[in-house]
């Protein structure tokens, strides 16, 4: 995130070149897009090509420090986008009109609830077509243009339809400047026939990128302060709780202060996995209710005070609505405002100023973290294996877990991949991310083609369920075309794991693939790729000891087969208790 962000803030170009003085070969509406997207930090762009959107690609592919990634499809593209922008603060896209625009339209929705700021530019019809009766090819066959956009409206922050060359400049700026404040997608529409013609408004280099800072208001901050520290300050075992909204708020070292500071035990919210670093002495695992990391939820539960700092509380993340949480003990800090248990909420007071202000006012207080050591007893470990016993789940993990490290990111699939990949202790600098809050199944496909894009010093991991793979396998194309190098294991149990748990039935098992078959298909000797099928422990000791060394410099897809019922156990109870919540009778009229 920070790298994007600075750029942002600093209002300083990711490079100088030679000031143009206006030339019909420059001075046009692809080359400032092109330009922005690099200042802002978005250098690789993931697109689909359609007629509509060819003479803009052809503006990016000229632009030296961009870099065109071809997808398969519109919704990985999407995907691609989103990972993206889980590194590097900023993610784009780029797809053809309508037909382009609602494919990848589920993609952009779980950015939105995701809060990734990712700029989703469509190709659009001729500017002479608009206010015309003309019916347009990938259209729903009615003269009315206006469906693609109405449909973003919906999870954009901002919308912006240049066919018009003398707003296109204001209008362009405006919805990639919205998209970096609010750390939501924006939608960008430009019709087909302007991106190579010259005007006045592109005539000379794009003017530096710049975001005005957002400041607290100052009398709010020192309300809020007072109120939490006073609160704080009189209680006896206070923790301090992260969730995924610290993403947003730029928050992760003020958060950190904080801890420090106060001494108060530090769990994390399941979204907000990856935010704050596990290496902490005062780490003490996730919080999520009912399913929770050993003792720390009952040590969170039985505080007198909590800090939650950016939660997301949803069904999900509420283990069907099911956390022994008080409102009236409870500080709730989110990006712009603070809630102090049944008393005020102060608004227009940013996380991070709030946090380190906090810092300041709060009496050292270890009591809790004192508690969590007392009963603290280690995890245990697998049971030692029979003689050819089928791999087990919690061995494959336990393995996992032994090849990460701060050069090393994990990528969790929605499913059970999430309950197992939470229980992971990372390492310093270990990346971390999963969908949770939108749990789009296929999202860790082009996720993981994104992630490692962006982040080419760290090595991906992906833990990806079959019926999750089914749905956006021929990204692997790509990655190989990419030359990435990431890791794949996807986990063979013949069906939606997840779902089975929240409720069984026949459309929970899927046809079986030969999954390495399909990936060597894919591979067809073009690039670097390798793959292996595992049933035992010996064999993915082997698989992961070739992975890691000669196979190193190559994209490896590990198919892991697995019993169709091992779960890890917090799934079984998670999965009650949603499927609970889900069934609620209705209340009486």
């Known amino acids: 995130m920070d790298t994007a962000n600075a750029m942002g803030s600093t209002g300083q170009p990711s490079s100088a070149p030679a000031p143009v003085r206006g030339g019909a070969s420059v001075g046009t509406l692809g080359r400032h897009l092109a330009r922005r997207l690099v200042e802002i930090g978005a250098k690789d762009v993931f697109s689909v090509p359609g007629d509509f959107n060819l003479t ?53 929705a779980g950015a939105y609830s995701e809060n990734l700021p990712v700029i989703c530019i469509v190709g659009g019809p001729n500017s002479n ?43 362009i700026d405006t919805a990639i400047s919205t998209a970096l404040k609010e750390s939501k997608p924006v939608y960008i529409s430009i019709s087909c026939n302007l ?7 592109f005539a000379r280099d794009p ?67 990856g935010l704050v670093p596990e290496h902490h002495p005062h780490f003490i695992g996730t919080y999520w209710g009912a399913v929770s990391s050993s003792f720390c939820g009952e040590i969170v539960e039985s505080a007198d005070a909590y800090v939650f700092v950016g939660p997301i509380f949803n069904d999900y993340s ?21 809630t102090v248990g049944n008393g005020p909420s102060l608004g227009w007071v940013f996380m991070a100023d709030f946090l380190s202000a906090l810092a300041k006012k709060l009496r050292k207080n270890t009591t809790a973290l ?72 296929g999202w860790s496909v082009g996720a993981t083609l994104g992630y490692a894009q962006a982040a080419k010093d760290k090595r991906v991991i992906a833990c990806i369920g079959d019926g999750s793979f089914q749905v956006t396998a021929q990204e692997i194309s790509t990655m190989i075309r990419c030359g990435q190098r990431s890791i794949i294991f996807l986990i063979n149990n013949g069906g939606y794991t997840i779902e089975v748990e929240i409720h069984d039935g026949p459309y929970n098992v899927i046809k079986n693939w030969d999954y390495t078959g399909l990936v060597n298909a894919i591979h067809n000797g073009e690039g670097k790729c390798w793959t292996a099928k595992v049933r035992s422990e010996d064999e993915l000791t082997e698989a992961i000891k070739t992975a890691t060394g000669e196979q190193k410099d190559s994209l490896c897809f590990i198919e892991v087969f697995v019993h169709k019922d091992d779960t890890s156990k917090e799934l079984l109870e998670w999965g009650s208790r949603v499927s609970a919540a889900n069934s609620r009778p209705p209340n009486p009229q």
Not at 61 to 70: D, F, K, Q, R, S
Not at 195 to 201: A, E, L, S, V
Not at 214 to 236: H, I, P, W, Y
């Open 318 to 338: 509420s283990v069907g609505y099911s956390l022994l949480i008080k409102k009236e003990k409870a500080i709730i800090v989110q990006p712009h405002r603070v």
């Open 129 to 171: 077509d608009y206010g015309t009766n003309r019916i347009l090819h990938h259209t729903i066959g009615l003269p009315d243009f206006t469906q693609e956009l109405r449909c973003f409206q919906a999870i954009t922050c901002s919308q912006a339809v240049a066919n018009n060359l003398g707003d296109a400049h204001e209008l």
């Open 207 to 273: 003017v530096p990128f710049f975001l005005a800072p957002k400041v607290s208001n100052q009398l709010g901050l020192e309300a809020a302060v007072e109120a939490t520290a006073d609160f704080l300050n009189k209680a006896v075992k206070p923790v301090l709780v992260g969730g995924p909204n610290i993403r947003v708020a730029k928050a992760q070292k003020a958060f950190i202060e904080l801890a420090d500071a106060t001494g108060y035990p530090i769990a994390i919210m399941p979204s907000g996995k």
């Open 195 to 201: 991106p190579g013609i010259p005007h006045p408004t």
């Open 56 to 108: 803009l690609l052809d503006h990016l592919i000229a632009e030296p420090e961009l870099n065109l990634v071809g997808c398969c499809n519109e919704l990985n593209a999407g995907y691609a986008a989103d990972g993206y922008a889980r590194s590097r603060g900023v993610g784009a896209c780029v797809v053809t009109f309508t037909v382009g625009g609602l494919s990848v339209l589920n993609a952009i």
């Open 370 to 441: 004192e508690n969590y050591r007392r009963i603290y007893v280690p995890p245990g470990i697998p049971l030692k294996r029979a003689q050819n016993e089928p791999l087990r789940v919690n061995v494959l993990f336990k393995h996992i877990q032994g090849m990460l490290s701060g050069d090393t990111a994990v990528i969790a699939e929605t499913g059970d991949s999430w309950f197992n990949c939470q229980k992971l202790r990372l390492p310093e600098n270990c990346g971390y991310e999963f969908q949770m809050q939108y749990g789009s199944i």
